[in-house]
């Protein structure tokens, strides 16, 4: 089976959030169990800034194509590479215009971006004279490709007998812009209506991929069924609820070679589940970094994009009273600027406590993964979540709201059975929280067997992707047979 895995983010090519890493880990264990994907990503400028660091090289193999139904001349290029420690192809499409901003989602215009590079991919596999069984595509960035699929490309033999997937990463993010993007896409105009792409007077790109892929999938159960309902379906949950039949959720998995904390040589000490020890050297180490006293208390880390979704808020209506606990709090997240601000002024109020690191970086991400006791994720949503499977794997023991995939993932410790692998709660709520982190505070300090019982079942939770992959081959099966 001939997969295009189709994403604006991939790692570690280009990564802002879980989806690069979801697209950077999948296809490497697709292509063990026996299908043949290939990756299409946008040439964003800091694609080049990561060649020599990850060991990959960028060859040009195609130039000045251009996609013949949009409203703008710019042409694109094509890329070369390899998915690193893999032999799956990545084609890059690249254009100075559309790609090379700083930050990935920076550019002229967010939509036209979207939109060019949607229409791009299709171009460059029929230029390339690729053939595939299943269009993978992923959120709203690439969600217009089952819309071409359906309309302007009907007619097109190398397309009509490959079937969509549309993968849902988070239905925050819709891609809704003004109806005049329409015309730029080069789609009919019958498209808008609101049986199709017609969005409160707008466009929505996801909505279109919802109706036009043949089978939809996010990367939780939990998340599959509660965005069907208003409260998580975004306002489009009723679409969601229409598509029923062919809505999956599968857990997303994490990549096991590159997130080892016995062979990361991004943490500071490595370590195994046989000699935790070692961990608390990463602890220590940590706290030098950070700035904070060097001593044996619980360090809670948190690593996010700082946005609503992540349940800021109720988190910061309590944290005066985390900080009345023996514990230090470690920060890092970049985001809405209200949570920085928020983060700043806590962690210069408290300097012996708190350490806010407002920044983009992976090293350090890892270390924070490695070096803490508890990883918090009070998400108000969460599709999947990788924060706490990171964590798992390194023994860091998630204090979660029990919400999408927090709800698949993690199990509250039940001190009877010795069984569970964190801990958390159920109604969005800040004084459900603090108990939360009272009680793990509590175990932590006081039952010493059953927080390395903890810290046991963490790192043996079944993560892997071999788990998820072979969920995607039967998904893709299921696919392909609604098209013949
Ligand atoms: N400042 C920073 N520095 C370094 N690394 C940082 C960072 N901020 C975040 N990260 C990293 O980015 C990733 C975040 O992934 P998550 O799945 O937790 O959330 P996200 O909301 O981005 O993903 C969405 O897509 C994924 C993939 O499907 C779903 O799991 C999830 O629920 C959904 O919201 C983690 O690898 C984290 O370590």
Request: aromatic letters at 14%; a neutral charge; glycine letters at 6%.
């Amino acid at each position: 089976m001939k997969v295009a895995l189709i994403s604006y983010e991939v790692y570690p090519f280009a990564k802002v959030g879980g989806l690069a890493d979801v697209v950077g880990a999948l296809p490497k264990y697709l292509e063990k169990h026996g299908t043949k994907p290939i990756i299409f990503m946008p040439k964003h400028r800091v694609v080049e800034k990561g060649a020599e660091k990850f060991g990959y090289t960028l060859k040009k193999i195609k130039e000045g194509l251009n996609v013949p139904f949009l409203k703008t001349d710019e042409k694109f290029d094509i890329y070369e590479t390899k998915l690193p420690k893999s032999n799956v192809p990545v084609y890059l499409i690249s254009n100075d215009y559309y790609f090379s901003a700083e930050k990935v989602y920076d550019g002229p215009d967010l939509a036209e971006q979207a939109i060019y590079f949607s229409a791009a991919v299709l171009e460059a596999i029929k230029n390339l004279k690729l053939k595939f069984d299943i269009f993978h595509v992923n959120d709203w960035q690439t969600a217009l490709i089952p819309v071409y699929l359906k309309s302007l490309y009907k007619e097109v033999p190398e397309f009509f007998k490959a079937a969509v997937v549309l993968t849902i990463h988070n239905l925050g993010y819709q891609g809704i812009f003004d109806q005049k993007y329409l015309e730029f896409a080069g789609l009919p105009e019958y498209l808008y209506n609101i049986d199709g792409i017609e969005f409160y007077g707008k466009i929505n790109f996801l909505k279109g991929g919802i109706l036009f892929s043949d089978v939809i999938n996010t990367v939780s159960p939990t998340y599959s069924q509660e965005i069907q309902t208003k409260e998580y379906g975004e306002k489009l949950d009723g679409v969601l609820r229409l598509r029923a039949a062919d809505l999956y959720g599968i857990l997303n998995g994490i990549d096991y070679e590159e997130y080892n904390p016995a062979t990361d040589d991004r943490i500071y000490v490595n370590y195994s589940i046989d000699d935790i020890e070692k961990k608390y050297e990463n602890k220590k180490k940590l706290q030098e970094e950070m700035g904070l006293p060097v001593k044996d208390v619980p360090v809670i880390g948190m690593i996010n994009r700082l946005v609503d979704q992540k349940g800021l808020d109720i988190l910061a209506d309590i944290f005066r009273y985390i900080t009345l606990f023996n514990v230090q709090f470690v920060l890092l997240g970049t985001g809405d600027e209200k949570y920085e601000k928020l983060f700043e002024d806590i962690a210069k109020e408290f300097p012996e406590k708190v350490s806010a690191n407002i920044k983009f970086d992976v090293t350090l991400a890892q270390k924070i993964y490695a070096a803490s006791d508890m990883f918090l994720m009070p998400s108000r949503y969460e599709p999947c979540g990788l924060g706490q499977m990171y964590s798992l794997r390194y023994g860091t023991i998630p204090v979660v709201r029990y919400t999408g995939g927090l709800a698949d993932t993690v199990m509250e410790y039940d001190e009877s059975t010795m069984k569970g692998n964190g801990f958390g709660f159920k109604e969005y709520d800040s004084a459900h929280l603090l108990r939360a982190i009272a009680r793990s505070v509590d175990i932590y300090f006081n039952k010493k067997q059953h927080w390395r019982k903890l810290i046991k079942n963490a790192m043996t939770t079944d993560l892997s992707w071999e788990r998820s992959a072979k969920e995607y081959i039967k998904l893709y099966t299921r696919a392909k047979n609604k098209i013949v």
